[in-house]
Nanobody, 115 residues
Framework: QVQLVESGGGMVQPGESLKLSCAAS????????MSWYRQAPGKQRELVAG???????NYADTVEGRFSISRDNARNTVYLQMNSLKSEDTAVYYC?????????WGQGTQVTVSS
């Protein structure tokens, strides 16, 4: 059974940091491209950051320079370090694992940035 379990969400003030984690089980983690998406109320889900099996990364323009994605294949875990958080970063953040026709999602973790 495939499971992606996100953790690390919460409520912070603007300018603060959070680190999200996504622990995967039931998949050959090292063979999957891992990504973080987010969905704010009333908006479509959008890609935040991705990391390939080779460690190549890509970021949405809105988070470039503030967020950093990384992976630990030994721990089957992908991380999202979020710095200098803004109110517009408020959303539910979802972990995604993708490989060819296989596409898995976590249940999401809420991030709220508010003063």
């Amino acid at each position: 059974q495939v499971q992606l379990v996100e953790s690390g969400g919460g409520m912070v003030q603007p300018g603060e940091s959070l680190k999200l984690s996504c622990a995967a089980s039931g998949i050959g983690f090292m063979f999957y491209t891992m990504s973080w998406y987010r969905q704010a109320p009333g908006k479509q889900r959008e890609l935040v950051a991705g990391i390939t099996t080779f460690g190549n990364t890509n970021y949405a323009d809105t988070v470039e320079g503030r967020f950093s994605i990384s992976r630990d294949n030994a721990r089957n875990t992908v991380y999202l370090q979020m710095n200098s958080l803004k109110s517009e970063d408020t959303a539910v953040y979802y972990c995604n694992a993708k490989r060819t026709r296989f596409d898995y999602w976590g249940q999401g973790t809420q991030v709220t940035v508010s003063s």
